[in-house]
């Protein structure tokens, strides 16, 4: 499905079938040399079919047509392989850019495995066969363009900057369009839904790196937010102050979960409340896994503040 948002400036409606978020938002902006499409959706055949619809419906040529992607999830960066030509330039940042690569490398996985057993998810199960950034991931490794805080780029009439702004992932990058305010969100600033922020490997407190780039977006002049997923935004400050809202509420409850007690991250994650309406037992491996993620965040968060004690050893233990 094709949407005009402004002149030259198209969403197209990429499924993810069997997915919570449904649908990914992959925006495609034409001008008179070359066009952009930012973010793709999962590499697997009924996102690659949209895709082509969609851009046959605008008539792009992607010899004449170059990628961004906002981060490294593979419903935003995986069909990159698919749709890149021999002429495109492909543009992420180089941290997200790294990642995506990396996880062409089997040893990348069995790595986060090793991760997710720390934070107490069973160890019997190999979390990462379930995982879609493993199973819908590019099909080759990519020749990204690193691009960076104030980059800007030129499409058409759209000059459009770029803003880091990390905690969704590390190398989350954000487009803005100072002169129609516009902002493409990626994943950063979502409708209905909340972004997952999740603590892995170096990431060391994604959720205050979240926090201040909520902060960082809040400054700027935006009328229309163009999100990866869901609906577009019209108050975009409206939707920043729930988003910091929800997160504040988290972190009260782990704090109440925690209360006089000790328990590893995953263990505080089941007692969390989710959108889910399944027994934590029922939850699909996925879904464990964000939210395992999630809890962890939140428990990083709450220790930099001093208000929940950690123990790391060979497993992650944390008490308040």
Not at 59 to 79: E, P, R, Y
Not at 119 to 146: M, Q, R, V
Not at 192 to 219: H, R, V
Request: proline content about 4%.
């Amino acid at each position: 499905m094709v949407e005009k948002i402004k002149d030259n400036l198209y969403k197209l409606e990429i499924p993810l079938p069997f997915t919570p978020l449904k649908a990914l938002n992959s925006y495609v902006i034409k001008g008179k040399e070359r066009n952009m499409i930012v973010d793709t959706g999962f590499n697997r055949p009924e996102c690659l079919d949209a895709m082509k619809k969609g851009l046959d419906e605008l008539k792009i040529d992607l010899n004449k047509t170059d990628i961004f992607v906002t981060h490294m999830h593979a419903d935003h960066s995986g069909l990159v392989s698919s749709l890149a030509s021999a002429f495109s330039k492909v543009y992420c940042s180089s941290y997200d850019a790294g990642i995506i690569n990396a996880s062409l490398n089997k040893e990348r996985w069995y790595e986060i495995l090793q991760e997710t057993v720390k934070y107490g998810f069973p160890a019997e199960e190999d979390i990462t066969e379930y995982l879609p950034g493993k199973k819908y991931k590019t099909s080759h490794t990519i020749d990204f363009i690193p691009v960076r805080e104030g980059d800007t780029l030129n499409i058409g009439e759209y000059f459009f900057v770029c803003i880091e702004t990390p905690g969704h992932t590390p190398g989350h990058i954000c487009l803005y369009e100072s002169r129609e305010k516009i902002l493409i969100s990626g994943d950063h600033i979502l409708d209905k839904i909340t972004p997952n922020i999740s603590k892995w490997f170096n990431t060391f407190n994604p959720l205050e790196d979240y926090l201040q780039s909520l902060d960082k977006i809040a400054a700027l002049e935006v009328d229309l937010v163009l999100p990866g997923h869901r609906d577009v935004i019209t108050d975009c400050r409206k939707r920043i102050d729930e988003l910091k809202q929800h997160h504040d509420k988290r972190c009260w409850e782990v704090l109440r979960i925690l209360k006089g007690k000790t328990m590893d991250a995953y263990t505080v994650a089941s007692k969390m409340k989710w959108d889910i309406t399944l027994e934590w037992n029922d939850f699909p491996v996925p879904q464990k896994w964000f939210a395992l993620g999630e809890a962890v965040s939140h428990l990083k968060f709450l220790a930099s503040r001093g208000l929940v004690e950690e123990f790391e050893g060979e497993k992650v233990f944390y008490s308040c």
